[in-house]
């Protein structure tokens, strides 16, 4: 079942479970709309794999299968994925 996680991994902005603005890799890592498109160019930093949107859990699925609380902050690999791409 897919983790739900609750933030972006680049600049760590909440991303609740409804959010239409969530992006994830197959892996499931998980970054804002605004990063993926600014600093990701739509490719995972950590598997350099296609970011799309994440589905939305309908609210009623939620209670009995609730998203992580896990957060993942991993700005670092963000920042190296941007100069990567601006000194190509």
Known sequence: ??????NCECC??????????????????????DCTDTKLQGICPNCGGELVRR????????ANNPPSAERVFKP????????????A
């Open 1 to 6: 079942m897919l983790q739900l996680r609750p």
């Open 12 to 33: 760590n902005t909440d991303l609740l479970p409804a959010a239409l603005n969530a992006r994830i890799c197959s892996f499931e890592c998980t970054f804002c709309a």
């Open 55 to 62: 589905p939305v859990r309908p609210a009623a699925k939620l």
């Open 76 to 87: 670092q690999g963000c920042a190296s994925q941007a100069d990567s791409a601006a000194s």
